[in-house]
């Protein structure tokens, strides 16, 4: 509801609000230069002034004085009406008052698009709607970044999104009262505010005496008087009308005395106020700080439209998707995704299912709600495997919803799992989901199957199936194009473990050069953070192979850790790169294996390979969070990885501290024999609020969940807990 709400006010807006913005900008120079050359008043009272000019400029019809101290005088001369500016402490006339034609043109540019009153309506509706975005922003602001209580974190994602936010929340608080300030003024443009009237009118005496000896302008100071017209000469029981800070009245010629008198409301007053911290008059300084902000708006805008079409182009298939309303729909497909690549399948179903005539829904698995499946013939449900056996994130709550039907869907279901056959829980996840169905009495339309590493084939293979399930011709279109592979050139490597039997390599890749605008929507190579997965596409072969990556792109490259395998066709490629070789890859995001922003510590487990994401969050903690390194590898002296940098961040402080374990010497150790060993220490860290990470094989793993398990057994909370509330995390192969 906010998004839509911020998307389409912006959308709406954004031409209107640059213009009234950048012109209110402009303007706010105006007062600025004023207060720089204005002379205090001096400290005399209005009616001293008021006839010091009557002597001086014949035909004096009027007074002003600006808050910001400017003070005018007008007069009728020879049929001709004048404006002078006056110095107030000789009541000389300076200079003809004239506003620049520019700032003419800018105000009306400001106040009406040139449009008179519909110019007028639009800007106020302008306004309302930079509320809106102000407002729902700033709700958007705390739900991206975790919370209103880490407001003021530091941004993350493309270019756009980066400046849009720090943009907004630099600018946000003078932008939402310059919105507010300007609602209210076009409130009283168009008398929808309670306006305090002037007095009924009370007619005063003949005879005339000065104004400096009129008790009401005798005691009035110079400072509080806004405006006093003159009676018309020769205009029987014509009168002063005073305008002053306080309110309105009228001044008998006759006697000096006040005749009437209105003191100003809580309207005029907010309305003053409002004029003031909108333009800047009375208050330059802070006027220039709005005029600043309001330089923001047409980047804001900018940047917004850049983030739309990032997302267009980004998750194009997550939004076709509710097309077809899941009440209208003969089909129901829902999908789990975790990397995205998932929803490019269900794209590719729906599209042939469309074109042979279905009218398909598409979800997310968490948005499961079979009360709304009114027309559903079959629910097709295609669902990926994360972590190890677990549900990616398009599909959270999906089982728990399923445990609690009362009464199965009518429809029947079918699951395609996808997933990786070298993981043990091969579409673990997918297998869940079908055992859960059937639990529910879920009756299922045909047998499951399974795409092993996004195999076209196994896809076409499954929907051959559903076609002659369900009698009728499905054709699938070639698949669109994911995101473009790019070619990574390697330009250093270093070796490890040939004497160990264990030959592994950190290799370091340049960043592929990315335009202007696809940094703005966040599309060619990038941003990432260490920990995401680097999808690389090996020679002869179309499915990817997933390595961690240990640097963030805010290092300057795309560095792996690779451990060639016997037989392996990615690891021996690789393996085999020479600086200034190349290969094609493809980034993935994981964003449940990130450090994270927070300053708890964190307890970094890994062995093998497994040190390259944990090496990367080192790397990037300039901030110096307690990292506590628990690395396993086979001998010091051969596989020891990131070995001299491991001495350096120590020394740096952005390693708290770092234990190793070695298997292939004297007095072998694993991790988890490590972990054991400094069991009190890790207990009290846990109980600080310290997070776990785990990368590395299988083996290494489970030994490192029971030894934490003993440990938090005797002190702190379980590992379950932990796990339940993301602080115990794993990236295992
Ligand atoms: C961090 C991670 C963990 C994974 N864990 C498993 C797993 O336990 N079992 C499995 O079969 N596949 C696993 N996979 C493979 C994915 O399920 C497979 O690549 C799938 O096609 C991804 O689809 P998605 O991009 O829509 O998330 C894992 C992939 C990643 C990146």
Known sequence: MIRP??????????????????????????????????????????????????????????????????????????????????????????????????????????????????GRLVVAAASLAMLALTLSGLALTARRLGGWSRLLAPARGPLSRRLHLDLARLGGAALTLSALTGIWLAAGTFGLLPETGLPGFVPGGAAEMSPSAMAALRDLPLADLRQLTFPRPGSAGDVFTLRTVAGTGYVDPASGQMLAWTARGWADRLGDLAMMLHTGRGAALLGLLLGLAALSVPVLGLTGLAQQAGRRTAGAAGRRVRAVAPEAADTILLVGSEGGTTWGF???????????????????????????????????????????????????????????????????????????????????????????????????????????????????????????????????????????????????????????????????????????????????????LAGDLLAVLPEGDSRPRYYSLASGSSDGFAEICVRKHPGGLCSGQLMDLAPGDSVAAVLRPNPAFHAGQDEAPLILIGAGTGIGPLAGFARGNRAQRPLHLYFGARAPESDLLFGEDLVEWQKDGRLASVATAFSRTADRAYVQDLLRRDADRVAALVSQGARIMVCGGRDMARGVAEALEDILDQAGPALVRLKAEGRYVEDVY
């Open 346 to 528: 269900a794209e590719r179903l729906r599209a042939a299912l469309t074109h042979a005539g279905s009218s398909v829904h598409v979800g997310p698995m968490s948005g499961f709600a079979p009360e709304r499946y009114l027309r559903a013939q079959r629910v097709l449900i295609l669902a990926a495997t994360s972590g190890d056996g677990d549900a990616p994130g398009s599909a959270q709550g999906f089982l728990d919803r399923v445990a609690a039907l009362g009464v199965a869907p009518a429809a029947p279901f079918a699951v395609l799992g996808f997933g990786d056959s070298a993981f043990p829980a091969f579409c673990g996840y997918a297998d869940k989901v079908r055992a859960a169905a059937r639990a529910a009495g879920w009756a299922e339309l045909m047998t499951p199957a399974r795409v092993d590493r996004q195999s076209p084939q196994d896809f076409a293979r499954w929907v051959r199936a559903l076609a002659d399930r369900l009698g009728i011709a499905l054709d699938l279109l070639p698949a669109s194009a994911g995101p473009e592979p790019v070619r990574l050139r390697l330009v250093s490597r270093r070796d490890y473990g040939a004497e160990v039997q264990a030959p592994t390599a950190i290799l370091r890749f340049a960043l592929p050069r990315r335009s202007l605008w696809q940094r703005l929507t966040g599309g060619g190579f990038g941003p990432f």
């Open 5 to 118: 709400l911020h998307r389409w006010a912006g959308l709406g807006a954004a031409l209107i609000l640059s213009v009234t913005a950048l012109s209110g900008a402009a303007l706010s120079l105006y007062p600025a230069a004023g207060a720089l050359s204005a002379v205090p008043l001096p400290d005399i009272s209005a009616g001293h002034l008021a006839a010091t000019l009557q002597d001086s400029v014949p035909g004096l019809e009027e007074i002003r004085v600006s808050a910001a101290g400017g003070i005018t005088a007008y007069a009728f001369q020879d049929g001709a009406a004048l404006r002078w500016a006056v110095d107030g402490a000789t009541g000389e006339i300076l200079a003809p008052a004239k506003r620049s034609a520019l700032q003419l043109w800018l105000t009306n540019l400001h106040r009406s698009l040139f449009l008179g009153d519909a």
